[in-house]
């Protein structure tokens, strides 16, 4: 009977089934060797007290601190026996911050004896705002006894004065799991070392047990150090691993090399261009032309500042492969951008689009659109041009995708932000054509270069990082709506004047505002808000603002007199094309909507947006919707309305995107300010993140170095054949929902 491999061994058996239960559920650890790898996120010293003043709101913390004072409050409350309620104040200080702990009804006994003034302990709970101060909810806690209290069972029951602090949720506090991870800890010598040998002598770094145990086991910094400095080698080298067998793959795959005639449709496009491309867009339209001209697939990922001219420069490489014989495919997330992105290339092209048609170019061809809400007959027309070959160029949404769409010879595949097509889109159009079509993935999120290696790693990149000439620059402000009312009042006055100079506006919410049609989904939401706040919180935590309340309220109110439309998700396509229509025109003035706006909708006259309940969105998101305004030769504005307290991160957030409009500084800012495990996971449809001690904006080199000698050991060894613990860590990186997210990149 085979043995399990210690680091494979269930939870269940070493910890009992009631904390491999919260293990499994909170912390998706499974297994030993899971525990092991959940490292701690910091460590502190037991002398030393945590930093109170940078507490994240909304997240779960484990800080160390001292009592300051306790004060137990009596009121009166029909939920309590005899009427009468105890609520518990403690006041915690690090010397500089102070933050509030609250605990009530029965659960203010235990602490109202052990919290006394001048008491250390660890504190866990989650951050939360009340009367605009952050305090602690009913926290756990675990007093730190003194040095000299020998009897006393502490948290540092074992090494050296360094306590680390684990990344914990509310039914399990990091001082619990860094307990269960000393029971594991014996079997981390037989851990099976990833790095190849050669690797990890000639990086000089610590064997695999040892880094597992100096990162849980630390006696001094340089332990961390040590250990932090091999465990990230192994996190950066086995993801690029995994990236370049993609890459190395896909470099197998034969394609039909596509290359523009020399007189043909391109050439008559960019005749008729009314200016000059940017030096940027000329360098990139080389990368693609020569990726184009080779015989296995392009697989590029464009990315550009909003309106750098991403779509000027995939239409150059649509028309370069109809120019040689091909097809090509555009798909939008939406159907309003792939309604607009038809347009503008209509536009672009005017009498080149109309191949074959009287009146049409002779170099033209058909530029068709398809989406799923398209009366049958068009739908029928626009496929009979496809599978004749009729129409070179097709823009969609993943109606494209579906069996009935077939191509005559579908040689590129364009798609607008990557990250909302998952895998079985890309294979399937993929699918379509004679051989693998040449891919070109565009993204307006700027990506700093070691995520986009990361992220997108099988993906060769391009950036375009200069503005055309004529775009205005965008003057952005904060709007402290809590603070200073009146700020408010003089916003709306802002776009008032605008309207009367002939300009449009955007105004953005959070919200649609018809959720609570669902009685059921809204009963569900309120227990669970209800469930998780104390009595003082409920009033504290209000819904983001909704697009009909506000329009509604604009309508009436500030902006009365002037004509206010609304544009959601949720609306009937028709109803939105007909929305952005006339907006478009300048029929409307103010346009209220979601963040459907977000991404490649082109009005120049619009010169204003006022973004409510702006700290609901993150950096990047804010600054796509940015983008929408100052697209014609009038300045833009945009206005970013918050309620939260000046020192709060997220008001900190928006001061950093109304400080600068380079989306590559504010890619940076949003990482450093989110913790890392949601980078990948943003830009990859919400997938867990494999990164635990890889800081990806800090350890750029470490990605870089790991990419070469990964790509190397691919080429030597596309199989890892010789590199056996390799495959296992492999194998493991590549369970389901991890192949999926490297199949998205």
């Not at 409350?77 to 509030?100: C, F, H, M, N, W």
């Not at 145990?213 to 465990?231: C, E, F, S, V």
């Not at 097809?327 to 689009?353: D, N, Y």
């Not at 061809?365 to 097709?394: F, H, N, P, Y």
Request: hydrophobic residues 40%; contains cysteine; charged residues 25%.
């Amino acid at each position: 009977m085979d043995l399990v491999p210690a680091l494979e061994e269930p939870l269940k058996k070493v910890l009992g089934p009631a904390t491999a239960k919260v293990m499994a559920e909170h912390l998706g650890l499974h297994s030993v060797g899971d525990l092991l790898h959940h490292y701690p996120r910091r460590y502190e010293e037991r002398g030393q007290l945590t930093h109170l003043a940078d507490l994240p709101m909304d997240e779960h913390v484990t800080v160390v601190a001292q009592v300051a004072d306790a004060r137990l409050h009596t009121f009166a409350s029909a939920r309590a026996p005899r009427g009468k309620g105890q609520r518990l104040e403690v006041t915690i200080t690090d010397g500089s911050g102070r933050l509030q702990l609250v605990f009530f009804g029965n659960g203010v006994h235990k602490p109202h004896k052990e919290l006394l003034p001048g008491t250390r302990a660890l504190f866990a709970g989650k951050v939360s705002l009340f009367n605009r101060r952050l305090q602690l909810a009913h926290p756990a806690y675990e007093l730190l006894r003194g040095a000299d209290d020998e009897a006393a069972e502490t948290v540092e029951s074992w090494a050296g004065a360094l306590i680390p602090l684990y990344p914990a949720t509310a039914k399990l506090e990091s001082w619990k799991i860094g307990k269960a991870i000393q029971t594991v800890l014996p079997s981390a010598q037989e851990a099976i070392d990833p790095l190849p040998e050669s690797l990890r002598e000639g990086r000089g770094l610590v064997p695999l047990p040892e880094a597992l145990l100096k990162i849980h086991r630390p006696h001094t910094k340089a332990d961390i150090a040590d250990a932090q400095a091999r465990l990230k080698w192994d996190e950066a080298f086995v993801l690029q691993v995994a990236l370049a067998r993609r890459r190395h793959a896909d470099a197998q795959l034969p394609a039909v090399p596509r290359k523009p005639a020399p007189d043909g449709l391109l050439a008559a496009f960019d005749d008729r261009l009314p200016f000059t491309l940017t030096d940027g867009q000329q360098k990139v339209s080389k990368e693609i032309f020569d990726d184009l001209a080779t015989d296995h697939p392009m697989h590029r990922l464009l990315q550009g500042e909003v309106g750098s001219g991403k779509t000027l420069v995939a239409l150059r490489a649509m028309l370069a492969v109809v120019d040689a014989g091909g097809q090509a495919a555009m798909l939008a997330p939406t159907e309003v951008l792939a309604q607009q992105h038809h347009r503008s290339v209509v536009e672009m092209m005017g009498e080149l689009a109309e191949g074959g048609m009287l009146g049409g170019s002779e170099h033209g061809t058909k530029v068709v659109l398809l989406t799923g809400s398209m009366g049958t007959a068009a739908r029928r027309q626009a496929m009979l041009d496809l599978v004749t070959g009729e129409a070179g160029i097709v823009i969609g949404t993943h109606a494209l995708i579906e069996d009935k769409v077939q191509f005559q010879d579908l040689g590129l595949v364009v798609v607008d932000e990557q990250h909302r097509f998952g895998v079985e889109q890309r294979d399937a159009l993929r699918g379509k054509g004679k051989q693998p079509p040449h891919l070109l993935v565009m993204t307006a999120t700027p990506i700093p270069r070691t995520v986009a290696m990361t992220v997108f790693g099988d993906l060769e990149t391009s950036v375009l990082d200069q503005l055309p000439a004529g775009r205005s620059p965008i003057a952005s402000h904060v709007v402290p709506a809590a603070d200073k009312p009146h700020f408010l009042t003089r916003a709306w006055e802002r776009v008032r004047e605008e309207v009367e100079n002939g300009h449009q506006a955007y105004v953005v919410c959070p919200r649609i505002g018809d959720e609570e049609d669902d009685p059921k989904k809204a009963a569900q939401q309120k227990s669970h808000q209800k469930s998780q706040q104390s009595p003082e919180d409920e009033a504290e935590k209000r819904p983001p603002l909704a697009v009909l309340d506000i329009a509604d309220q604009l309508a009436k109110g500030p902006l009365s007199g002037l004509r206010v439309e609304v544009l959601h998700g949720r609306m009937h396509p028709d109803d939105k094309d007909a929305v952005m229509r006339r907006f478009a025109a300048g029929e409307t003035h103010v346009l209220v909507a979601t963040t459907v706006i977000e991404v490649g909708v082109n009005v120049p006259n619009a010169t204003a947006m006022v973004i409510m309940d702006a700290d609901r969105f993150g950096v990047s998101q804010l600054h796509q919707l940015r983008g929408r305004v100052g697209r014609g030769s009038a300045p833009g504005l945009c206005l970013l309305v918050s309620e939260m307290p000046e020192a709060s991160p997220a008001r900190q957030r928006l001061n950093a995107v109304a400080s600068t409009l380079d989306g590559f500084e504010l890619s940076r800012i949003d990482l450093e300010q989110r913790r890392e495990g949601d980078v990948l996971g943003q830009a990859q449809s919400g997938a867990r993140t494999s990164l635990r001690v890889l800081a990806v904006i800090e350890d750029e080199e470490i990605i870089a170095e790991a990419r070469q000698e990964a790509t190397a050991v691919v080429e030597a060894d596309p199989e890892l054949i010789t590199l056996p613990g390799l495959r296992t860590a492999l194998d493991a990186l590549l369970d389901e929902e991890r192949e999926q997210y490297l199949e998205m990149g």
